[in-house]
């Protein structure tokens, strides 16, 4: 949160949930896996976050913090 002067919103979430049912139905699934929202997280994400120069003064851009959210977040366990 001190590294971001405006985050993504609840729009974000929705066009990636949708970016990810997308991918797994050309995939030929019916499910969505964690891996189907990486791969589409930085397109989405990256033009809705904008770091503040706190940020820029420690080098961490927006690629870094959607990595960083990457692994503050726990991929849940599988069923």
Request: proline content about 5%; glycine content about 8%.
């Amino acid at each position: 949160k001190r590294n971001l002067s405006w985050g993504a919103g609840p729009r974000a979430g929705q066009y990636l949930v949708l970016a990810a049912k997308a991918w797994a139905a050309l995939d030929g699934r019916i499910n969505v896996c964690c891996a189907d929202v990486r791969q589409h997280a930085h397109a989405i994400l990256a033009h809705r976050i904008s770091c503040n120069f706190h940020a820029a003064s420690e080098g961490i851009d927006t690629p870094g913090i959607i990595e960083k959210l990457f692994e503050a977040v726990p991929e849940p366990d599988s069923i």
